[in-house]
T-cell receptor, first 115, second 112 residues
Framework: GENVEQHPSTLSVQEGDSAVIKCTYSDSASNYFPWYKQELGKGPQLIIDIRSNVGEKKDQRIAVTLNKTAKHFSLHITETQPEDSAVYFC??????????????FGQGTILTVHP | DTGVSQDPRHKITKRGQNVTFRCDPISEHNRLYWYRQTLGQGPEFLTY????????KSRLLSDRFSAERPKGSFSTLEIQRTEQGDSAMYLCASSPRRVRAFFGQGTRLTVV
């Protein structure tokens, strides 16, 4: 089955700095890669996603890059703000077949943005 | 609010009791997923439905767990004879024909 590794487990930055979280996956059949933000006591919130036919996607201060050959993808947050503080999860999924949409998550990164 | 709704938000139960959770997906989302999340870990897949059909179950889903989605609308997850190891956040997600999944706020289960 799929295995997703996520690093770092904790990340502390100053407000205004950039933050980068990296993930690797094992199953070459995976071709959909979402990122979720989870605040304390809440469910994961989808913040950005990318498919394997795209190398990079950007949405305001958030961007995701994908290197399918190396099987790794990254989340980049620029101009960080205190409200970005949360746990971030990467995930991988096949976008077809019987396991369509079944997400395998990384272990999470606790991001703290200091004012 | 048109998001995924889960009920209850919190449940405390004694070991050995049965519990049932409910999930109402986003309207017209034909896929519904259940995940379990323990403290400090990412969500782990339990099972999913396409409409009313349960298409896949994880080996994490022991015989004490059962999920249903009658008429392809809301879903229930039942745990029989709860054990302390069942304590976790149970998350429901739904998605339309595309793969993008949206999660509910979860049900926090504590078995004492």
């Amino acid at each position: 089955g799929e295995n997703v590794e996520q690093h770092p487990s904790t990340l502390s930055v100053q407000e205004g700095d950039s933050a980068v979280i990296k993930c690797t996956y094992s199953d070459s059949a995976s071709n959909y890669f979402p990122w979720y933000k989870q605040e304390l006591g809440k469910g994961p919130q989808l913040i950005i996603d990318i498919r394997s036919n795209v190398g990079e996607k950007k949405d305001q201060r958030i961007a995701v890059t994908l290197n399918k050959t190396a099987k790794h993808f990254s989340l980049h947050i620029t101009e960080t703000q205190p409200e970005d503080s949360a746990v971030y999860f990467c995930a991988a999924s096949p976008a077809g077949g019987t396991s369509y949409g079944k997400l395998t998550f990384g272990q999470g990164t606790i991001l703290t943005v200091h004012p | 609010d048109t998001g995924v709704s889960q009920d209850p938000r919190h449940k405390i139960t004694k070991r050995g009791q049965n519990v049932t959770f409910r999930c109402d997906p986003i309207s017209e989302h034909n896929r519904l997923y259940w995940y379990r999340q323990t403290l400090g870990q990412g969500p782990e897949f339990l099972t999913y439905f396409q409409n009313e059909a349960q298409l896949e179950k994880s080996r994490l889903l022991s015989d004490r767990f059962s999920a249903e989605r009658p008429k392809g609308s809301f879903s229930t997850l039942e745990i029989q004879r709860t054990e302390q190891g069942d304590s976790a956040m149970y998350l429901c997600a739904s998605s339309p024909r595309r793969v993008r999944a949206f999660f509910g706020q979860g049900t926090r289960l504590t078995v004492v």
